[in-house]
């Protein structure tokens, strides 16, 4: 689902106008992002949780150039979705697209 289909789906839900919709998402993404920075971490009850992870920098390895190459320092954002969600969306059929 793109933000775009989101925000379509929400104004449907919720029987308001786009712009508001776009608004509403646009403010939950903001509100997940601020608290990522100041806390490092977001706990949506009954969604899951955002968490800043921290990488030391270390060795790997380029296949392609077939080298060792030193990867910096860095930050990921972990989401680990709350385990009633999770088993809820496991639990599914897996239909292919043929």
Request: hydrophobic share 35%.
């Amino acid at each position: 689902m793109t933000r775009t289909e989101m925000i379509r789906r929400y104004a449907e839900i919720q029987c308001c106008s786009y712009e508001m919709a776009a608004d509403a998402i646009d403010t939950v993404i903001t509100l997940i992002s601020e608290g990522l920075e100041q806390d490092g971490k977001v706990s949506i009850k009954y969604f899951g949780n955002f968490k800043v992870k921290s990488f030391k920098a270390h060795k790997g390895y380029d296949f392609t150039e077939k080298k060792s190459i030193q990867i910096p320092a860095h930050n990921v954002i972990r989401f680990t979705p709350c385990e009633a969600w999770r088993k809820e969306v496991l639990r599914k059929e897996i239909h292919k697209n043929d």
